[in-house]
């Protein structure tokens, strides 16, 4: 169990430019979360898989941003012409799809739109 | 619509002393609620979870919540604290809405005085 990885890190881009991050869950984990979290506030939740298929995605994420997990391993989520306002870690989490459901986190990437 | 709420952005205390952290619910369906902890430079991870077997839930480190339905609670307390245990914590509810969907509070800074 290496746990939830997700690169890169750290992401620095100019407003209207086009990012990509990557997820990579826990092993034979079925489920997997998107989060944005700015600062002074929780997660807030962007989409979630079932294996490979996209089960629920808020409506706060406008049609800039869209994730996927091909083939129900690692996920990627996309942010088209990105905004100062999309600054903010983006967390990634998974869990093995016994309710209630523990996730298990990655460390996040950073992203800071100039 | 579903919500939680944390009171109290940060809470100070002393080495020893109780810490009780607070965490309200509103939903329209019996949640599963979860506290996760998030330490310096760390991915969130859990503390603990309510999975309807029991009202008092225990966790790693020494920490507990009661579930309440009739003040729709969900507070985190440790008898002591310790210098360790400095860090964020959230508090989160699940809810099935055809997929699953977390929704954490704004989180709650803990700093534990010498």
């Known amino acids: 169990d290496t746990g939830v990885s997700q690169n890169p890190r750290h992401k620095i881009t100019k407003r209207g430019q086009n990012v990509t991050f990557r997820c990579d869950p826990i092993s034979e984990h079925n489920r997997l979360y998107w989060y944005r979290q700015t600062l002074g506030q929780g997660p807030e939740f962007l989409t979630y898989?079932?294996?490979?298929?996209?089960?629920?995605k808020s409506r706060l994420l406008s049609d800039r941003f869209s994730a996927e997990r091909p083939k129900g391993s690692f996920s990627t989520l996309e942010i088209q012409r990105t905004e100062q306002g999309d600054s903010a870690m983006y967390l990634c989490?998974?869990?093995?799809?016994?309710?209630?459901?523990?996730?298990?986190f990655g460390p996040g990437t950073r992203l800071t739109v100039l | 619509a579903q919500s939680v709420t944390q009171l109290g952005s940060h809470v100070s205390v002393s080495e020893g002393a109780l810490v009780l952290l607070r965490c309200n619910y509103s939903s329209s369906v019996p949640p599963y609620l979860f506290w996760y902890v998030q330490y310096p430079n760390q991915g969130l991870q859990l503390l603990l979870k309510?999975?309807?077997?029991?009202?008092l839930v225990k966790g790693i480190n020494g920490f507990e919540a009661e579930f309440k339905k009739s003040e729709t609670s969900f507070h985190l307390t440790k008898p002591s604290a310790h210098m360790s245990d400095a860090a964020e914590y959230f508090c989160?509810?699940?809810?099935?809405?055809?997929?699953?969907?977390?929704?954490f509070g704004a989180g709650t800074r803990l700093f534990v005085k010498a």
């Open positions: 898989f079932q294996n490979e298929a996209q089960l629920e």
């Open positions: 989490a998974s869990s093995p799809g016994r309710v209630p459901d523990t996730q298990y």
């Open positions: 309510y999975t309807s077997a029991a009202t």
């Open positions: 989160a509810v699940m809810l099935y809405t055809g997929g699953f969907k977390t929704i």
